[in-house]
């Protein structure tokens, strides 16, 4: 019943909702690991390293696959959200 | 509904299930008091109860027998005392079948035989000595919370050995077998039944839901000797309340709610060891009445144990709840499967 | 326009509904507050956690794929007061995410942070700190109980002074970095009076989300039900009045409560959880060790180092409803949404066992009923549409 400010401009398949699930949760995790590491000499480091830019290069790829597949409407000021729950993409005004 | 009490006659009376009983005391201090006995035999009497008493390995004296024989009555006693009590049941573990002796004494007996787990390989061997002496072996496996899962199958193969057993005979006869044949016979449950058909009457004056809970030594005690039992959460030993034994077919199964205490903490959930070990006897059960088909065995075409693929009905248990209208119809003795 | 999307993380306790395993480490017995209805009776200074405790249960049950099979974990730390611990926390988090990258688990690509704290420590920078670190991962309750006089008059210091003013100072940063974010309040006989004005408080202070409960244990008092229901239709009137329900929610007012049982399921997730103690014994959460417990010794289900006792486990995979419940609750007409704590049933059960449900909530739970759905028609009649016949 909470008002939201925000405009549904579309839904992905959940095979495509899994896949940027999947690559943000990644995301996240990397960088947040990243952040415990703490030195360069660390064993992980370059493993992470390359890690994170292979998963950031995905995460955008898919927007641009999807936003390029199902045009959705996009505005100046704005961006996409996705919601998880019900596979909606959701333009929102940046904040 | 109670139908019968278990009498601990003696601290050091026989274990006849999975406890160990005080077995060194040979003296008569851990006697039960012949007043408790007394009022136990009065109770039983008035509530139109039989009884089962388990002796000690010494003979008591004589006004304990003359009581007891004013109730109907089944005495369980030593294997070595099995000279002195005729058509009792004897209880016996391997080391007193290994004696030169062991089989004097003895005819159309029915014996409880305790093995643990490490004495498993030797069932179809004992099994072999006793089979034509006796007219029941009841097997209970007396350490059975040490059992690992890969002793499962040895006892899976010592079943099927002597399965293999009495079919290589010309002439097909053997006794009645808890682990072989009582399921073929059994259309619903038939445990043990402890705290709802029978309470045990205790050296201390005490009654306990079954001898084990008396020998473990905690304050398990469910009223006094004389009095009717007390027993908190009663209904947690009905079937009912089990969501693992309601809808289990090895009606065999002992059931043992000691066990399930020990091992579970909870009194109504059966352990994977008396899961697994009820459906090793109930699969070999099955197998073995297969046979007795085949051969056209008297009786065998109308018992029927239906193929399962499962070992563990709490693995059913955790998938398929029951629903809300099952389980308030659900009936106990309605015959299943 | 794709470098920017971002995505809100739902709060720990909804995200992944059902699907995740939630680990429990008991970091620390020791509080800052003696809150009046806390549960955990044996609260001290001296069980706190130490690393290697920690270690082992994150090895274990990363390795442990029997009893850890869900494809999500919720790492949950609670006390006592967990931010007492937020070094030993960080330490914990950091091992966690090491070793889960490490041997390439698929919890990396699927884990929260959850905390419930008292809020005392929000603003201390090694809390901070901890949060900017984790900020994707973190869900963050902090306790506030409405009103100042209703807070102070349960969360207390040991010396009986009221926390609230400590706690309150605390809200805007923890608004503005959890936006989303929920308080938990739970009601004792005592505060009834209160009810409806400590909710609207909170809506005030901005939280939107107010999860509310009352406590399991037997402190009802009689007229207390009749009491509750006043100030729950009081609560109902000021938020239909104040079209408050277009932002906020309370979870005393529920679409799905208040029938009969449809289906035989427990409500207590006991068992499915994991909860280690400070001495790396594991529970079936935290109400089962032994210093949440008023009458019984903790329930242990293994440690670390010899694993889960499979027997131990049992009993709660597959506790149902049917089993646990007296015969008048299964077939009470208005049964849906009357909960139970496992933990409590069995501190408070007659003999030791987790099959005796306690129906010490009875009568408040029929108040809410009666209450909830004084709400929902309403709220219906209000804005034209059947509020009250969705199940």
Same mark, same amino acid.
């Given at each position: 019943?909470?008002?939201?400010?925000?405009?549904?401009?579309?839904?992905?398949?959940?095979?495509?909702?899994?896949?940027?699930?999947?690559?943000?949760?990644?995301?996240?995790?990397?960088?947040?690991?990243?952040?415990?590491?703490?030195?360069?000499?660390?064993?992980?480091?370059?493993?992470?390293?390359?890690?994170?830019?292979?998963?950031?290069?995905?995460?955008?790829?898919?927007?641009?696959?999807?936003?390029?597949?199902?045009?959705?409407?996009?505005?100046?000021?704005?961006?996409?959200?996705?919601?998880?729950?019900?596979?909606?993409?959701?333009?929102?005004?940046?904040? | 509904?109670?139908?019968?009490?278990?009498?601990?006659?003696?601290?050091?009376?026989?274990?006849?299930?999975?406890?160990?009983?005080?077995?060194?005391?040979?003296?008569?201090?851990?006697?039960?008091?012949?007043?408790?006995?007394?009022?136990?035999?009065?109770?039983?009497?008035?509530?139109?109860?039989?009884?089962?008493?388990?002796?000690? @390995?010494?003979?008591?004296?004589?006004?304990?027998?003359?009581?007891?024989?004013?109730?109907?009555?089944?005495?369980?006693?030593?294997?070595?005392?099995?000279?002195?009590?005729?058509?009792?049941?004897?209880?016996?573990?391997?080391?007193?079948?290994?004696?030169?002796?062991?089989?004097?004494?003895?005819?159309?007996?029915?014996?409880?035989?305790?093995?643990?787990?490490?004495?498993?390989?030797?069932?179809?061997?004992?099994?072999?000595?006793?089979?034509?002496?006796?007219?029941?072996?009841?097997?209970?496996?007396?350490?059975?919370?040490?059992?690992?899962?890969?002793?499962?199958?040895?006892?899976?193969?010592?079943?099927?050995?002597?399965?293999?057993?009495?079919?290589?005979?010309?002439?097909?006869?053997?006794?009645?077998?808890?682990?072989?044949?009582?399921?073929?016979?059994?259309?619903?449950?038939?445990?043990?039944?402890?705290?709802?058909?029978?309470?045990?009457?205790?050296?201390?004056?005490?009654?306990?839901?079954?001898?084990?809970?008396?020998?473990?030594?905690?304050?398990?005690?469910?009223?006094?000797?004389?009095?009717?039992?007390?027993?908190?959460? @009663?209904?947690?030993?009905?079937?009912?309340?089990?969501?693992?034994?309601?809808?289990?077919?090895?009606?065999?199964?002992?059931?043992?709610?000691?066990?399930?205490?020990?091992?579970?903490?909870?009194?109504?959930?059966?352990?994977?060891?008396?899961?697994?070990?009820?459906?090793?006897?109930?699969?070999?059960? @099955?197998?073995?009445?297969?046979?007795?088909?085949?051969?056209?065995?008297?009786?065998?075409?109308?018992?029927?144990?239906?193929?399962?693929?499962?070992?563990?009905?709490?693995?059913?248990?955790?998938?398929?709840?029951?629903?809300?209208?099952?389980?308030?119809?659900?009936?106990?003795?309605?015959?299943?499967? | 326009?794709?470098?920017?999307?971002?995505?809100?993380?739902?709060?720990?306790?909804?995200?992944?509904?059902?699907?995740?395993?939630?680990?429990?480490?008991?970091?620390?017995?020791?509080?800052?507050?003696?809150?009046?209805?806390?549960?955990?009776?044996?609260?001290?200074?001296?069980?706190?956690?130490?690393?290697?405790?920690?270690?082992?249960?994150?090895?274990?049950?990363?390795?442990?794929?029997?009893?850890?099979?869900?494809?999500?974990?919720?790492?949950?730390?609670?006390?006592?007061?967990?931010?007492?611990?937020?070094?030993?926390?960080?330490?914990?988090?950091?091992?966690?995410?090491?070793?889960?990258?490490?041997?390439?688990?698929?919890?990396?690509?699927?884990?929260?942070?959850?905390?419930?704290?008292?809020?005392?420590?929000?603003?201390?920078?090694?809390?901070?700190?901890?949060?900017?670190?984790?900020?994707?991962?973190?869900?963050?309750?902090?306790?506030?109980?409405?009103?100042?006089?209703?807070?102070?008059?349960?969360?207390?210091?040991?010396?009986?002074?009221?926390?609230?003013?400590?706690?309150?100072?605390?809200?805007?940063?923890?608004?503005?970095?959890?936006?989303?974010?929920?308080?938990?309040?739970?009601?004792?006989?005592?505060?009834?009076?209160?009810?409806?004005?400590?909710?609207?408080?909170?809506?005030?202070?901005?939280?939107?989300?107010?999860?509310?409960?009352?406590?399991?244990?037997?402190?009802?008092?009689?007229?207390?039900?009749?009491?509750?229901?006043?100030?729950?239709?009081?609560?109902?009137?000021?938020?239909?009045?104040?079209?408050?329900?277009?932002?906020?929610?309370?979870?005393?007012?529920?679409?799905?409560?208040?029938?009969?049982?449809?289906?035989?399921?427990?409500?207590?997730?006991?068992?499915?959880?994991?909860?280690?103690?400070?001495?790396?014994?594991?529970?079936?959460?935290?109400?089962?060790?032994?210093?949440?417990?008023?009458?019984?010794?903790?329930?242990?289900?293994?440690?670390?180092?010899?694993?889960?006792?499979?027997?131990?486990?049992?009993?709660?995979?597959?506790?149902?409803?049917?089993?646990?419940?007296?015969?008048?609750?299964?077939?009470?007409?208005?049964?849906?949404?009357?909960?139970?704590?496992?933990?409590?049933?069995?501190?408070?059960?007659?003999?030791?066992?987790?099959?005796?449900?306690?129906?010490?909530?009875?009568?408040?739970?029929?108040?809410?009923?009666?209450?909830?759905?004084?709400?929902?028609?309403?709220?219906?009649?209000?804005?034209?549409?059947?509020?009250?016949?969705?199940?």
């Amino acid at each position: 019943m909470k008002k939201e400010n925000k405009t549904v401009v579309g839904v992905v398949t959940e095979a495509e909702r899994d896949d940027i699930k999947y690559l943000f949760e990644r995301k996240n995790g990397l960088n947040e690991l990243f952040r415990s590491l703490n030195e360069p000499k660390h064993p992980l480091y370059d493993r992470i390293v390359q890690d994170m830019g292979e998963t950031a290069t995905k995460f955008r790829k898919w927007w641009d696959d999807a936003s390029a597949k199902y045009e959705w409407k996009g505005a100046k000021g704005h961006h996409w959200e996705i919601n998880f729950n019900t596979r909606e993409i959701l333009l929102v005004k940046n904040q | 509904m109670l139908k019968y009490l278990m009498i601990i006659l003696s601290g050091s009376s026989v274990s006849f299930c999975h406890y160990e009983s005080r077995k060194t005391d040979k003296s008569h201090k851990d006697l039960m008091d012949y007043d408790d006995l007394k009022k136990t035999v009065v109770f039983a009497l008035k509530n139109n109860l039989k009884v089962n008493v388990l002796y000690p @390995r010494f003979k008591p004296d004589k006004k304990y027998d003359r009581l007891i024989d004013d109730v109907e009555h089944v005495k369980i006693v030593p294997y070595s005392l099995r000279k002195y009590y005729k058509d009792s049941i004897l209880c016996a573990e391997p080391k007193d079948l290994k004696r030169k002796d062991a089989l004097n004494n003895l005819s159309n007996a029915d014996i409880i035989l305790r093995l643990s787990v490490s004495e498993l390989k030797e069932l179809k061997a004992l099994t072999g000595k006793l089979s034509s002496h006796c007219c029941r072996i009841n097997l209970v496996l007396r350490d059975i919370e040490n059992l690992k899962k890969n002793d499962v199958n040895v006892y899976r193969k010592q079943i099927e050995e002597i399965s293999k057993n009495i079919f290589a005979k010309k002439k097909i006869a053997f006794p009645e077998m808890n682990f072989l044949t009582d399921r073929i016979m059994l259309d619903s449950m038939n445990n043990c039944g402890a705290g709802v058909s029978h309470v045990t009457a205790a050296p201390d004056g005490k009654l306990y839901v079954c001898p084990a809970f008396y020998y473990d030594g905690a304050d398990d005690a469910v009223g006094n000797i004389g009095s009717e039992p007390e027993i908190r959460n @009663r209904r947690l030993l009905e079937i009912k309340y089990s969501p693992v034994c309601r809808i289990c077919d090895a009606f065999q199964c002992r059931r043992c709610v000691y066990l399930n205490k020990k091992l579970t903490s909870e009194i109504n959930i059966p352990s994977w060891q008396q899961c697994k070990t009820a459906h090793a006897e109930r699969e070999s059960s @099955r197998l073995f009445l297969n046979k007795l088909k085949e051969i056209k065995y008297r009786g065998a075409a109308y018992r029927k144990i239906s193929e399962i693929n499962y070992d563990d009905p709490f693995e059913i248990a955790v998938k398929n709840k029951f629903s809300i209208q099952d389980f308030k119809y659900f009936n106990s003795n309605e015959k299943r499967k | 326009m794709t470098e920017e999307n971002k995505v809100r993380i739902d709060k720990a306790s909804s995200w992944e509904e059902g699907k995740s395993k939630y680990v429990t480490f008991v970091v620390t017995e020791d509080c800052q507050l003696a809150c009046k209805y806390c549960y955990l009776v044996g609260k001290n200074k001296s069980a706190r956690m130490n690393f290697e405790t920690a270690k082992k249960t994150v090895d274990f049950i990363l390795n442990d794929n029997i009893h850890s099979a869900e494809e999500s974990v919720v790492l949950e730390f609670i006390g006592g007061e967990p931010l007492i611990e937020i070094e030993l926390i960080d330490k914990i988090c950091d091992y966690f995410k090491l070793r889960a990258y490490e041997t390439n688990h698929r919890w990396f690509n699927n884990y929260r942070i959850g905390f419930t704290s008292n809020g005392l420590m929000y603003s201390d920078p090694r809390v901070q700190e901890f949060i900017k670190k984790n900020r994707m991962h973190i869900s963050l309750q902090i306790t506030i109980d409405g009103t100042k006089t209703k807070h102070n008059m349960q969360r207390v210091y040991p010396d009986g002074t009221g926390s609230y003013d400590n706690v309150v100072r605390n809200i805007p940063r923890w608004k503005k970095q959890f936006p989303d974010t929920s308080t938990k309040v739970t009601i004792s006989s005592g505060d009834i009076p209160y009810i409806k004005e400590s909710v609207l408080h909170l809506f005030s202070l901005g939280i939107k989300e107010v999860n509310i409960n009352v406590v399991f244990e037997n402190v009802w008092k009689e007229g207390d039900d009749v009491l509750f229901e006043e100030q729950l239709t009081g609560l109902a009137d000021e938020i239909i009045e104040r079209k408050l329900y277009e932002d906020f929610t309370c979870t005393f007012f529920s679409r799905t409560i208040g029938y009969p049982y449809t289906e035989n399921v427990n409500w207590c997730g006991a068992g499915k959880m994991l909860a280690v103690d400070s001495r790396g014994n594991f529970y079936p959460c935290i109400r089962f060790v032994g210093f949440s417990l008023q009458n019984r010794e903790g329930l242990v289900l293994g440690n670390a180092d010899d694993g889960i006792d499979e027997n131990k486990l049992r009993p709660f995979l597959v506790l149902d409803m049917v089993s646990q419940s007296p015969e008048e609750c299964v077939d009470c007409s208005v049964a849906a949404g009357c909960a139970w704590c496992q933990g409590a049933n069995y501190d408070f059960a007659d003999s030791e066992t987790i099959f005796q449900r306690s129906t010490s909530i009875c009568k408040m739970h029929k108040a809410r009923v009666r209450a909830n759905n004084y709400f929902w028609n309403k709220l219906g009649r209000r804005l034209n549409k059947n509020l009250r016949d969705e199940k």
